[in-house]
């Protein structure tokens, strides 16, 4: 049993030191989904892509923004997106944090609307 504490040690990461934050970016397409949609600049949008947790991003994509603010598009509940995004995840000495940014939004695929009944 006192070999396992030993090993133990060898497992840890070590430190980082105190300006050190190492960064991986990546891109890639995915299907969103709007939870929340925000036109303030500085505001995030609130998205699902799916899994069981929600996500904030930062809307890029100011063509689409303006779309959207001229009336050309409409948003509406349960609208999925197809989007070009990049994930800028950082391990630093305050711990790992992951930024999303929407590049481009490719497509857009309003929800389902419910009918008028007169």
Known sequence: MREAKV?????????LEDDETLTETSQREVW???VVS???DGYKWRLSDGGEKLFTATMED?????SVMD??????ANDTLKCLIREDQKL????LSKDVTVLRVIEHIPGAKQMKLI
């Open 71 to 76: 009336g050309k598009v409409s948003l509406s």
């Open 92 to 95: 630093g000495p305050s711990g």
């Open 62 to 66: 100011t063509d689409f923004v303006n």
């Open 7 to 15: 090993d133990q040690a060898a497992l840890m990461m070590p430190a």
């Open 38 to 40: 925000a036109f303030r």
């Open 32 to 34: 969103l989904r709007i």
